[in-house]
């Protein structure tokens, strides 16, 4: 196994991946399948994207704050989860990517250790709390043996940007794009570092899902969690979105790119190597990866999956995204 020199891969490591199978295609949208999830309207207008926040990472592109104007658009409330995500795959027997290839990146404490050196085939050389392991798949999210029985309500993980696409053109749907997945993350709010304000623990009271203790080694789950959690868990934002901050990576449809348009409803750059993923997850950690702010940023390669990436779907298709 490899993976690429990704500085961000505390986030999310990157695979490279051996040549296989290509994935199949985006499905076409068949009406009655898709489950009926709760979306929530949004009229657009113009908000401050990105930030010029000091402690940020500046090489993620997270600024220059600049004003973004949309068009109207919903997105779902909650991120696609597991029971969602089987109506998919129950409805057009599709395979992942993490299926296709044979394997996905797991985080190292969420193996248990007298299954570690079974499972785990290899780790990343400068991230070692990633491991590469056989099996890991959407619904055996730590490899052979493990299940989602009792995670239906957890976001779906080991899902590549590929795999996202495909859910998302199967329920007549899209990825949002980063301006979107930003203006209705902040939920009315201007400029605040996350969803609710600018304090991350307002009168010590936790609203998201990340990490407690000493990256890597010890996660305290003071917010009630060492892994993912339910997708409504936590209070939502302004405008009734569960789950923006924290929990899992959310995929956008948007190549990473550092150089922004002011245009209405931009896109991204119109080609790139990389995806663009927003909101933070259960590993993020101030020490560390304080990706949770909702101007944070971070990338990885559309065939890439791991046990923090997700998704959530927007109601209006981006033809110029490819």
């Not at 991946?17 to 657009?44: D, F, H, K, Q, W």
């Not at 348009?261 to 933070?280: I, W």
């Amino acid at each position: 196994m490899s993976t690429d020199n990704n500085p961000k891969s505390c986030c999310t490591p990157t695979a490279v991946r051996e040549a296989s199978t290509p994935v199949e295609a985006p499905l076409v949208y068949t009406p009655g399948l898709a489950p009926n999830r709760a979306t929530i309207p949004l009229p657009g207008g113009t908000f401050l994207m990105g930030t010029n926040y000091e402690r940020g990472f500046p090489a993620d592109g997270e600024g220059p704050v600049r004003p973004v104007s949309l068009s109207a658009f919903d997105i779902d409330t909650y991120p696609v989860t597991n029971a969602d995500f089987a109506a998919f795959i129950a409805a057009t027997n599709y395979r992942t990517e993490a299926e296709v290839f044979g394997w996905s990146f797991v985080f190292w404490s969420h193996i248990p250790e007298e299954r570690f050196e079974e499972v785990v085939e290899d780790t990343v050389a400068m991230t070692p709390w990633w491991c590469k392991v056989p099996g890991a798949t959407w619904n055996h999210p730590e490899g052979p043996g493990s299940d989602v029985k009792d995670r239906q309500n957890h976001p779906v993980v080991h899902v590549s940007w590929n795999d996202a696409a495909a859910y998302a053109a199967w329920a007549g749907r899209a990825l949002p794009t980063e301006a979107q997945w930003e203006y209705a993350a902040r939920g009315g709010l201007e400029q605040k570092l996350y969803p609710w304000g600018d304090e991350l623990t307002p009168k010590g009271r936790h609203l998201c899902n990340i990490w407690q203790g000493q990256f890597p080694r010890e996660d305290t789950a003071e917010d009630g969690y060492a892994g993912s959690c339910p997708v409504d868990s936590f209070p939502p934002n302004g405008y009734g979105l569960y789950s923006v901050t924290g929990n899992v990576w959310e995929w956008c449809a948007d190549w990473f790119g550092t150089t922004f348009s002011t245009s209405q409803d931009p896109v991204g750059p119109p080609v790139g190597e990389a995806k663009v993923m927003k909101g933070g997850s259960f590993l993020c950690h101030a020490s560390y990866c304080n990706r949770y702010r909702v101007a944070a940023r971070t990338s990885n390669t559309p065939d890439s999956s791991a046990s923090n990436i997700g998704f959530r779907c927007v109601g209006k298709a981006h033809p110029r995204i490819v």
